[in-house]
């Protein structure tokens, strides 16, 4: 057997942590491999199913609260927290960012435990982050100085604890709340950008391939990256600019709002 | 293997619900004041057709905005059925409009302008005694209440425009809510529908029909609790429970086995060939319209119509003549292509929309603008199997033709990526060429053929 090992990604709990397209990781990493020549493949794991402890990347997924609350009871007495302790990498979006977390308090002041993977506590923010994020990796990532863009839709503010460094800094939207992105320790990356974040940033995809595997990657072109980058980029940016946006919203009639209606969130 | 669900639901019986089966004899009383702003509010719709929009909302966002309570002087004294849903209530509507048109004349705002102002606007645009309204999901609790509603259709509940709704299971609460406060409301549910179920229990008056569903992306989790939903077969050994005439129709239901949420028994059931009433006879579907969903749409329309008292077989006769609205599976001639035109707009959708495109081998353009009304986040598109389409002529197009583009490099579909889906026409295979747009991307290709059909 000359071949490389098959490189397996999971993807956990679709049917509870699908909600917001984060499967999309699962596709990119996959699809990254074997566009390269490299065997790789996903295994979807949903929640009647024992996660297999022996994958070399875990993506964990954005839901709803109920299906939060679930998901963190399954993965808690998985295979999942050992396979992480010794070394898998893992990708955990939004829920999943606060699922990996120590704890996370809903908006109806309940709190509930996390894994305690990643040394990050969540509380409501005061408003629903909706819209596009902007973001500047942080350098101690090592993924240089090219911006990330994703989509966030979330409530929860996240508190970093000293282990822990932010993916990145904010450049327009909200992030964690507090002008930091996401979380990085050691072979776990966080983040509240959807996107899929994978799809958008395929430098974080390859440098989430080379943790787990360990593998200097070959660059790979894919047509319509770079018109996608440079396209949501500008739409971060228009999001920075609230003055703008606001005027842009006073004069389109889509965001006229029905008399006696509640506004729509976004 | 024959366990009984813990609910133990009982079998509801069909009671032949008791909403009015005619308006109480309108009278146009509209007060002057809301004649006056729905006055104005055309007014402004027709400046803004001539000015090239759409024109379908603005009439009813004026004249609401000038006289709020104008929705409910116009429903006054008529029988209003609502329609709603995350995917199918446009061409359900046109349905059920159509099947209560052959009792009587009924208004109707089957063009997919499903908020209140569109609603304000076809109830002020005819004086008919029945109206059958399609409304936005978000916006039923208001449309209920604003209307007064005899009856609502609920076809089914997924996630579409998360950044609007964000998540389905508030939208889901706050539909709950209705109940509470209009007890005497009629549901016709698809009880296919896990999220519809949980829904329209809450009401006491309900007409279930397994209708089916082919999308599990968000049915397979209980909407209650989160635990994982299992499949039960017949779920009766006395036999009598499941059967109505010749027809079993207590298998395939779904349960929760941890908090109890399960299918309940249904009054009407769609089956590979037929639609079986309450009273057990089979009904043959013929319709107009393709595809597995727009039977699903049928199926609704012609319990809804029962419930309204139209007869099943007249109803279903009217419904398969509907042969589409709002442009929908419309096709326009461009040169030597003929483009008909589609709209899946989320995951739901494009899980039936792909296999209508798996019978086409010619060209399709897809395309995604992504606007307000589309849902900014585009991250769905990785939830449809586009994998299906590898091998076909394909266009990604719409403002957002480069999320499109890769999503669609990713799974292996070779395509063109040209945000102006006309653009690159003459390089397709000559003849019918398929277009799938979201909302937004959807009306501007429609308007731009249509001006063109008409220099």
Redesign the interface.
Known sequence: MTSPATVRIALLLP??L???????NA??LA?RLQLRGRPAEVVEV???RPIPGDCDIYIVGGG????Q???TRLLERSEFPAAVQRGAAVLAVCAGLQILGTSSTDVNGNEHRGLGLLDAATQPLPH?A???VVTSPATATGLGEEPLTG?E?HRGGTTLGPAVVPLARVISGVGNGDSGEGAVAGHIIGTYM???VL?RNPALADHLLALATGLSLEPLH????P??RR?RLAAGRERQDSRMRRLAAAL?????L????PA??? | MAQTPPSGRAAQPYCPPEVPTESTGYVRKVPLASRIALRTGALVARASRAAG?QGQ??GG?VA??LR?SCLTELATGRRVVLVSGTNGKTTTTAMLAAALATAGEVASNASGAN???GLTAAMAGSAAPTVVGEVDE??LP?AVEQTNAVAVVLLNLT?DQ???A?????TASQLQTVAARFPELLIIANCDDPYVVLIAEAFSKVVWVAAGGSWE??G??C??????LVTEVAHSASGSDNVIGDNVIGDNGWVCRRCGLARPRPHWRLSADALITPDGASLSLSLRLPGEFNRINAAMAIAAARAMAVEPKRAADAVGEVTGSAGRYQRIRVGDHEIELLLAKNPAGWAVMLDLLCTHSGPMIIAVNG???DG????????VGFERLAGRQVV?AGE????L???L????VAHI?SPDPLAVLDQLTPGRVLFVGDYTSFWRLRSVLEARQRD
Do not use: Q
Not at chain 1, 64 to 67: R, S
Not at chain 1, 222 to 225: G, R, V
Not at chain 1, 252 to 256: A, E, K, V
Not at chain 2, 377 to 382: H, V
């Open positions: 049917d509870l699908g909600t917001y397209g984060d499967r999309g596709t990119v699809r949903p929640s009647d709803e609260d109920v299906a609350i679930e998901a629903r909706v819209g596009e989509f839709n959807h996107g899929p799809a894919l047509d319509d990256i018109e996608l396209d389109t009639p889509r965001r006229w029905t008399p006696g209606i729509p969130r976004g | 929009f909302m603005i966002r609401l905005m709020p908020m209140l102002d978000l916006y208001t996630r998360l950044d609007r964000c998540e389905i299971r508030r992306g968000d397979s989790t909407p209650r609790c989160g635990y994982r606007r307000e009304a900014h986040d585009t991250s769905w598109l990785y939830d990604a957002r033709s480069s999320d583009g890769v999503r490099s990713y799974a292996g990526t």
